[in-house]
């Protein structure tokens, strides 16, 4: 079965699922990826394009997103995983309070379906993050916000731990250390921080929380700021070339004139980031959620398609 494409024109293949003998869809292909991504549709679950012949997903390697098949064996690719299967529970819930339908995550699962394969911190946290919501409580809310980030750390740090030590990498961060180039500020709290035009070139700040800095003009290029929180931070005029930003959080950040040229975007929260006069050139936007709250399609490079 398939469907037209937007100008009508060559038509997409469109597919449904089945699992303990239940069929969902249609899904087109590009949604059925999604939701392999997000663990919604397992490898073990059947496909079909007609519904009259099944086979397993895993031997359509084509509906299986490549940070899936890396995650077997990878151990960051599987805290890349990770973050993205968080971020897009958010956005879930950002879309189902707006009246968005959720497919198979969405309005079915209402009727008692739970997403497989999850580990059990991220089920600890979804659920969390629903109670304080529904208690309604601003002062709840905050302490769900901060049990919920703790509860992704240690996610986070539980994958850092099974991956060891990074080559290279000889000691522990120093926190307190005063900036430099190369310094290691991976996991440091630094909200607020006021660095502009700091040299924080090749500088790890892997997963640091960086929320609300002031690094206008910073020197970054080279830098490596996967999962980093940079939400609200001022970036205005940085040099974020060739900066390594997997999975960053960079909601309503300033990024006005800085220079990504050649970064990897990959996953990255960019929802209400100000982009204007930023260089984009050789950017790898794949997956990231644009500034309108978009999910960037796989291959964007240098703007979200």
């Given at each position: 079965m398939s469907e037209p494409d937007d100008n009508g024109r060559s038509p997409r293949p469109l597919w449904y699922t089945r699992r303990d003998g239940r069929v969902r869809g249609p899904f087109p292909e590009s949604l059925l990826r999604r939701y392999v991504l997000l663990g919604r549709v397992g490898e073990a679950d059947e496909v079909s394009r007609d519904r009259?012949?099944?086979?397993?997903?895993?031997?359509?390697?084509e509906l299986i997103p490549e940070l899936v098949t890396a995650a077997r064996d990878d151990e960051e690719a599987r805290a890349r995983l990770m973050a993205a299967r968080l971020r897009e529970d958010e956005r879930?819930?950002?879309d189902r309070r707006a009246g968005g339908a959720a497919g198979p995550g969405g309005a079915e699962r209402r009727g008692g379906e739970r997403r497989g394969r999850e580990p059990d911190w991220m089920l600890r946290y979804r659920r969390l993050r629903a109670r304080t919501r529904a208690e309604g409580s601003p002062q709840r809310a905050r302490w769900g916000v901060v049990l919920g980030i703790l509860v992704l750390v240690g996610g986070l740090l539980w994958y850092a731990a099974l991956r060891g030590p990074t080559p290279g990498r000889p000691g522990a961060p120093d926190c307190s250390a005063p900036p430099r180039p190369g310094i290691d500020w991976s996991y440091c709290t630094l909200e607020g921080l006021r660095l502009a035009g700091a040299d924080l070139r090749r500088a790890n700040l892997r997963s640091a929380d960086l929320r609300g800095a002031d690094l206008s003009g910073a020197r970054l290029a080279g830098a490596d700021l996967s999962y980093a929180g940079l939400g609200t931070a001022d970036l205005a005029r940085a040099d974020l070339a060739h900066a390594r930003l997997v999975g960053t959080g960079l909601g309503g950040a300033d990024l006005r004139g800085a220079d990504l040229a050649g970064s990897n975007l990959s996953y990255a929260n960019l929802r209400g980031a100000r982009l204007a006069g930023a260089?984009?050139?050789g950017a790898n936007l794949d997956q990231a959620i644009w500034t309108d709250g978009r999910v960037c399609a796989e291959g964007s490079v240098?703007?979200?398609r």
């Open positions: 009259q012949s099944w086979a397993p997903l895993e031997s359509h390697p879930d819930v950002s260089r984009l050139a240098g703007g979200c």
